[in-house]
């Protein structure tokens, strides 16, 4: 029998010269890391606990075990070095049978954990859009084996691996179970069969065929069978099990169990409002209700390993899983052994996991890296250990929008992927299918997917005329409303993911009224408040009869007549205006109601609702007719800038913010001007955009863009300033 003894509760944290007692998970970033400014304390911390010699049988072995340390620990045991771990997102495991002593009474061995988030060279991550919070923010436990045992010390894997290949056609699985141990005979039960195998030189397999097998098959029906394996010195392990099968196909994009099975879904980080990343199972389930809500099959589990716990979650739930490590944003020359390290723990941890179908090699690697040979390399050794360890599974990577699609990267992965964000950062919305249509032509062997797309939107701001770097509910919402047709319209995307189902933390931020968040979530950062975009995606993917109404946060309206639009899986949709019946549209998913608010100061109570064969859905806001525009509304005061200039008098000889930014870059001055104010803009986005800023491809999309459109998607420039800086232009010369 094994024994498992959480080491969660009575650390001594030390911080610099400050000690306090915390129980684990913890973080200490969970404030500093969410508060913007990026200035987050990165550094050195100890963990000091005391700690029993445990009652055990002669031969026994004690482990520690370290579910996740951010970003590298040191272990050691009454002064002695015992462990070092690179990275901060997996489990790792150390020996501490030989180093505890027993004391006469209580706790005589003090266990020190140092742990360091630090910027270095060579741990992933070093440069992305999140913040690195440092800490020991999962679970800490020790596992006492009898002297023969399931092995505890590859890679802090199980000791366990099953592999069910499935038979579709004869309803079958054969599930071929390894496991490692120091010895002895292992007794492997699969559906209700048992094989009993010697270990030879550690290692014991044994096959099992399971008739009629019960698929795991998504959403629909994650079914799950579970695999045990017994030494005869009782120690015992378990891993669960999905038999499924997956094909990516590129003209017709994902398969589950032989039939079209689209992945539509989202993304997530690990860690939510005043908790950092120091989550608990119920922050896990939180979430995971919240995917299951929003009707999504699939999750891109950025940027790293998750807790196990998460992807268990996605296993009971059928959501088919990207998993990845954070090898992202930039290449390190001195970082590959870390990518192979982390990748390695990563597959040989997670293995087991029927939800997860492809591994992510990086994200974004070559936004501030050139495609050199070392980056290559250390893609191909990452490709061939993915598939090497699991032959089961894919690999893809998740590339920035201004990679080239003939860049020689795209020939490493199994299928391709591309993070875009035209519509939102740069460009217009329809330069997304633009992208897409010409890849899907001109590769119609690579399978191709979605892997980030969305609109940063502070719920506080409402638009009537929402605009592109308005940071409104509204803009993101109606930015969904394209993305999400242009996506149904094109089955042969093997995955899409929202980026990203929660806003989270990147203390370098600094944009859209708040400090150190990303706002691309559908839903805020403490899980309370879904954005009306939440709804639109609810209303395609889930089968449960819904209905919303946005706008429920934009209640002073000045407009006559008010466009409502409502979210609805149904066909039919019936606006009622104070209890009266106001119009029934029918519509697909989006129904736009034109509500007259005739009378000043009044309040106006709007229903919406859908019949179902169990009766009525319905959903209601309060909206206000008032004559002035609520100030709170609008993002940096930003006015309407369309009319900008056409007051000062124009002189089409001299430069203006209506030409592109090539073109002004092409003259010293002018270029001088707009290169300053552009480094002002990128140092408010965050650490990346400050990366990537002198990226060739970037530059080269921006240099197409006229200054105006660029100045107004970044936002925080007022009217005032515009026509400054136009003045300013309207003095150069062209050539
Ligand atoms: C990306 C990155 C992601 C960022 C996102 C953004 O492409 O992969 O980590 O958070 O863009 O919001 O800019």
Redesign the pocket.
């Known amino acids: 029998m094994r024994k498992i003894i959480s080491l969660n509760d009575n650390w001594k944290f030390c911080q610099n010269d400050q000690v306090s007692n915390v129980n684990l998970p913890h973080t200490w970033n969970a404030v500093d890391g969410q508060d913007g400014g990026n200035d987050y304390f990165r550094g050195t911390c100890r963990y000091v606990r005391m700690l029993e010699k445990p009652q055990m049988e002669a031969g026994s072995r004690v482990f520690l075990e370290i579910k996740g340390a951010a970003m590298s620990a040191g272990v050691s045991l009454n002064g002695k070095e015992l462990a070092f771990h690179r990275g901060g997102y997996s489990t790792f495991r150390t020996d501490l049978t030989e180093h505890l002593v027993s004391g006469g009474e209580g706790a005589a061995n003090e266990l020190i954990i140092t742990v360091d988030n630090s910027d270095n060279d060579v741990v992933y991550p070093q440069k992305?859009?999140?913040t690195f919070y440092g800490g020991l923010y999962r679970d800490v436990n020790l596992i006492i084996v009898p002297e023969t045992h399931f092995d505890l010390s590859y890679c802090g894997a199980p000791g366990i691996k099953v592999t069910p290949t499935v038979n579709l056609e004869k309803k079958s699985a054969s599930v071929r179970v390894e496991t490692w141990q120091t010895g002895g005979n292992v007794t492997v039960t699969v559906d209700g069969q048992s094989r009993t195998v010697r270990s030879e030189n550690g290692y014991a397999s044994a096959e099992f065929v399971i008739e009629n097998v019960h698929l795991w098959d998504g959403v629909q029906d994650p079914y799950l069978y579970m695999a045990k394996a017994v030494l005869d010195s009782g120690d015992e392990v378990s891993a669960r099990f999905g038999c499924r099968t997956f094909e990516i196909d590129a003209q017709k994009g994902f398969f589950l169990n032989g039939r079209s099975y689209p992945l539509r879904g989202v993304s997530r980080h690990q860690d939510c409002k005043g908790a950092g990343n120091a989550l608990t199972m119920e922050h896990h389930k939180k979430d995971m209700e919240i995917v299951r809500e929003i009707g999504a099959n699939t999750l891109r589990l950025?940027?790293y390993q998750h807790a196990d716990e998460f992807y268990d979650l996605c296993d009971e739930n059928g959501i088919l899983v990207w998993a990845e490590i954070p090898y992202?944003?930039m290449h390190m020359k001195n970082g590959r052994e870390n990518t192979l390290s982390q990748m390695e723990e990563l597959v040989a941890q997670c293995y087991n996991h029927p939800s997860i179908v492809v591994w992510g090699l990086s994200?974004?690697i070559t936004?501030a890296s050139a495609v050199n040979e070392d980056l290559l390399e250390n893609h191909r050794l990452l490709n061939e250990l993915c598939h090497r360890m699991d032959q089961t599974r894919l690999t893809t990577m998740?590339n920035?929008f201004m990679l080239e699609t003939d860049s020689p990267i795209l020939d490493i992965p199994d299928v391709n992927s591309y993070?875009l964000?035209f519509g939102w950062?740069l460009g217009e919305l329809e330069q997304n299918e633009e992208f897409f249509d010409e890849f899907h032509e001109k590769y119609p062997d690579r399978p191709i997917g979605f892997s980030?797309y969305?609109a940063?939107a502070n719920p506080r701001f409402q638009n009537s005329h929402p605009e592109k770097g308005d940071y409104s509910e509204s803009y993101q919402a109606l930015y969904h409303e394209h993305m999400l047709d242009m996506i149904e319209k094109r089955p042969w995307l093997w995955a899409t993911h929202v980026?990203?189902l929660f806003d989270?933390a990147?203390d370098g931020r600094d944009e859209g009224g708040k400090h150190g968040e990303?706002q691309?979530g559908l839903v805020t950062f403490d899980r309370q408040t879904k954005k009306d975009a939440f709804y639109l995606y609810k209303a395609a993917w889930n089968k449960e009869p819904m209905v919303h109404i946005c706008g429920s946060r934009y209640v002073d309206r000045t407009q006559e007549v008010t466009e409502i639009r409502v979210y609805s899986n149904a066909e039919e949709v019936s606006v009622y205006v104070n209890g009266t019946l106001f119009q029934t549209l029918q519509a697909h998913r989006v129904f736009c109601f034109q509500v007259p608010l005739a009378e000043k100061e009044a309040e106006y109570r709007i229903e919406a609702r859908i019949q179902t064969p169990d009766g009525t859905v319905s959903d209601a806001i309060v909206v206000r007719s008032v004559r002035e525009e609520n100030p709170e509304y609008l993002f940096a005061k930003k006015q309407d800038v369309v009319n900008w200039f056409d007051q000062d008098e124009f002189d089409p000889g001299c430069f203006s913010v209506s030409d592109t930014l090539a073109d002004l870059r092409a003259n010293p001055e002018a270029g001088a001007i707009v290169n300053q104010m552009m480094e002002k803009g990128a140092a408010s986005?965050g650490d990346?955009?400050e990366a990537v800023k002198d990226n060739p491809g970037l530059q080269r999309m921006m240099g197409r863009m006229t200054l105006i459109s660029l100045l107004k998607q970044a936002g925080e420039i007022d009217e005032e300033s515009i026509r400054q800086l136009n003045r300013i232009l309207q003095k150069i010369k062209k050539a």
């Open positions: 992305a859009d999140f950025a940027h992202i944003t994200n974004e936004a998740a920035v993070n964000y950062y980030e969305g940063d980026w990203n989270f990147a990303n691309k986005r990346v955009a």
